[in-house]
């Protein structure tokens, strides 16, 4: 299973895989926008979307994607997984250099990925890696003690950032995550280095002339402006303020920007991080025991109106746990088409006979404002079928955790992220035995042997199609039991002037290197 593509023949691969455009421009700053602040420059030891954008400039990976799901070589040129998936072997390009001038070496990426094990909230992307042998300074050798196709993804920007030993090794493994160099002068070998960061306002990036690709990156700067007002947001697009940002998810302002001549919307690109509404159910309190009962709610509520009337027509129908963009998504299963009939039927049959006009009486929360109307919905459909919803709003995004840690709730309305791979992102939600251990974990209290047992299965398959098909199953039960209905895609869109040449819309968006983009004429 090897994978060699050597020296840089790696810039014309890369530059393949781009998005066609003209001849690329050397040079310029290009102005972009993050919509909420960022705690942390460091993506070795910070997870999220905020993170991954700067991260993913400063600090380089193994391992990038393309738009079709494909890795491609970054500061591994080549790599190879043994026939029985136990060791994969990176072949580091040898003129990488942190942005202090050091060289980078297989040591940097043994020390990262003890890092990233005792301070990433991911504990499944390297889990299953044991060592990492070092024979010299442009081999890595990880050796697992089981399969793991997760790790491929595990390997690209937004999840594994290469970080200089000489630098974060002068604290225990365990306290890089609070070690003052992730915001202060942090040192990667990424296409851009710091400049300034002020925290709630910006972060600047220059152009790292040592960069270990030759000719990149095609920007002198980057400015990344703060603004986490949305309208203040679209005001800087119209007027031209900014030329690019990511992860706009407010349907008005989605839809008032591609009304703009200068600018481009697109929802392409945000596959990897794999956002999904969805509502969640407790399995194990009260009505909700009953699959009847959580089919009820399915076809009591109208996804079709939430995405057309709530989500304005932006978002995409979702039925599973695993991202539509996924090549593993099965879109196949049971939709749930709005049918109070059915939904009726169904509660008379749980047990549960309308008394007046009501059966019996449920809570529903919700973490973050921008979803109430989702909510309010929830609670009018709900209604006509005999379920007297409870609204209970949070004061704040801790508390909505809390209770839902604690499973503290009946229903809740809540946004949960793929993270690549389902190893990552999907198998926490599922799995019986990460039931109750904190927010977006199995809150639901699902268990189901077979549904742990393809999981499992599925966590150490390296074949693509049987791996698809593992998991394929693995949805049409979860569609089938319902411990969440799922409605839609969050809708996640980049916005971006048409001065832009190359904009990052591969697999993760805008947390992954923006090396090849650039300013036109």
């Known amino acids: 299973m090897k994978h060699l593509i050597k020296g840089f023949a790696v810039a014309a691969l890369l530059a393949s895989t781009a998005v066609a455009e003209d001849a690329p421009k050397k040079g310029g ?10 705690r942390n420059l460091n993506s070795a030891v910070q997870s999220g979307i905020a993170t991954g ?11 990038r994607y393309d738009e079709d799901w494909t890795p491609q070589p970054y500061l591994a040129e080549s790599w190879d997984v043994s026939d029985d998936g136990l060791s994969v072997t990176l072949n580091l390009v040898k003129n990488a250099k942190f942005h202090d001038g050091t060289p980078l070496t297989s040591k940097d990426v043994a020390f990262s990925v003890e890092v ?3 301070n990433h909230p991911f504990k499944a992307m390297f889990a299953p890696v044991e060592t990492v042998e070092t024979p010299d300074d442009h081999t890595a050798i990880l050796k697992l003690s089981k399969p793991h196709p997760a790790l491929m993804l595990a390997m690209s920007g937004q999840l594994m950032s290469i970080i200089p030993q000489h630098i974060y090794g002068d604290v225990p493994i365990d306290q890089v995550k609070t070690h003052p160099r992730n915001n202060e002068n942090p040192v990667g070998s990424g296409p851009f280095k710091l400049t300034e960061y002020k925290s709630g306002e910006h972060i600047i990036l220059e152009r790292f002339d040592d960069f270990f690709i030759e000719g990149r990156p095609y920007l002198d700067k980057v400015v990344m402006r703060i603004i986490t007002d949305p309208a203040a947001r679209a005001i800087a697009y119209e007027n031209g303020e900014v030329q690019m940002g990511a992860f706009e998810s407010l349907p008005r302002i989605i839809n008032r920007l591609k009304k703009v001549d200068t600018l481009t919307v697109t929802p392409d690109g945000y596959g990897a991080i794999g956002p999904l509404d969805w509502l969640a159910m407790n399995t194990q309190k009260g009505p909700l025991k009953d699959v009847r009962v959580r089919k009820a709610i399915a076809y009591a509520v109208d996804k079709n109106f939430i995405q057309k009337a709530l989500m304005l027509g932006t978002s995409s129908d979702s039925r599973t746990g695993i991202h539509p963009d996924s090549p593993f998504y099965n879109g196949e299963v049971e939709a749930y088409d709005v049918d109070l009939d059915k939904a009726n039927a169904l509660l008379d049959e749980a047990g549960f006979p309308m008394e007046g006009d009501k059966r019996f009486g449920l809570t529903i929360d919700f973490g973050w404002p921008g979803v109430k109307p989702q909510v309010e919905y929830v609670k009018a459909a ?15 995004f801790p508390t909505w955790a809390k209770r839902m840690g604690e499973m503290d709730f009946d229903l809740s309305w809540d946004t949960v992220f793929n993270w690549g791979d389902p190893v990552i992102g999907v198998h926490r939600t599922y799995d019986s035995t990460n039931i109750g251990k904190g927010v977006w974990s199995n809150t639901q209290g699902y268990a189901n042997a077979r549904v742990d047992e393809l999981m499992a299965m599925a966590a150490v398959e390296n074949d693509p199609a049987k791996r698809t098909a593992l998991y394929k199953e693995f949805q049409e039960i979860i569609a089938d039991e319902l411990p969440v209905y799922h409605t839609n895609t969050l809708p996640y869109h980049t916005v971006y002037s048409n001065k832009v040449g190359n904009p990052p819309v591969g697999i993760w968006g805008t947390s992954t290197p923006i090396d090849m983009t650039y300013l036109k004429d």
């Open 382 to 396: 709900l209604k006509k079928v005999g379920i007297d919803v409870e609204v209970r709003s949070s004061a704040d």
């Open 116 to 118: 990233i094990k005792a």
């Open 53 to 63: 954008y700067p991260g993913a400039q400063l600090f380089a990976s193994p391992l």
């Open 29 to 38: 700053t290009l102005v972009t926008v993050i919509g909420t602040n960022v």
